[in-house]
């Protein structure tokens, strides 16, 4: 009976040691998004930077429309393109374009409900030197910019991220 007692509880906590492995490893996963999301966006303003904001035309032509060329010049890191098409690390599709008389460029990203409340607040709160930053209904900009708690309370629902740079 011990015997039987003693494999039963085994297998217990052998279960019980996966469950929390696989918990860590979704946590990491999802870290793993948020941090990926970041790095992408920041490469992507940089490199429109290099490429848009010395010219005669602005950000006139970082459009969406434009996504093939873009790509071909270099702007997306690889892990966003995908069937000539820019996407985040959450799947959605990344949009392009400009504002204030083509002196900015715009890219907006997120939504659908793909990423956590954690992972948004990650994002937010990592993104750094923009114009504004528009998450939900919430505005930041570099004088106003996110805490943990401001960025959560603009992550409660699902939305789209636009953050907006020169």
């Known amino acids: 009976m011990e015997g039987i007692l003693g494999r039963a509880m085994a297998v ?13 490893a979704t946590g990491a996963f999802s870290s793993s998004k948020a941090s990926t ?3 992408d966006i920041t490469m992507v303003v940089a490199n429109a930077r290099g490429l848009f904001s010395q010219n005669n ?13 873009l790509s071909s010049a270099g702007v997306f890191p690889s ?5 000539s098409a820019i996407y985040d690390a959450w799947g959605n599709s990344v949009t392009l374009s ?14 659908g409900g793909s990423e956590t ?12 030197d923009y114009v504004s930053l528009e998450v939900g209904g919430t505005t930041f900009t570099e004088t106003n910019q996110p ?20």
Do not use: P
């Open 12 to 24: 217990v906590l052998g279960l019980i040691a996966l469950a929390a492995v696989a918990l860590a």
């Open 37 to 39: 999301v970041v790095s």
């Open 57 to 69: 035309n602005g950000y006139t032509n970082f459009t969406s429309a434009n996504e093939s060329a």
């Open 79 to 83: 892990d966003m393109v995908r069937s």
């Open 98 to 111: 400009s504002a204030d008389s083509d002196t900015e460029g715009v890219v907006a990203f997120g939504g």
């Open 117 to 128: 409340v954690k992972q948004c607040v990650t994002v937010v709160t990592g993104l750094k």
């Open 147 to 166: 805490d943990a708690t401001t960025a959560e309370s603009a992550c409660e629902s699902d939305l789209t991220i636009t953050l907006t740079f020169q």
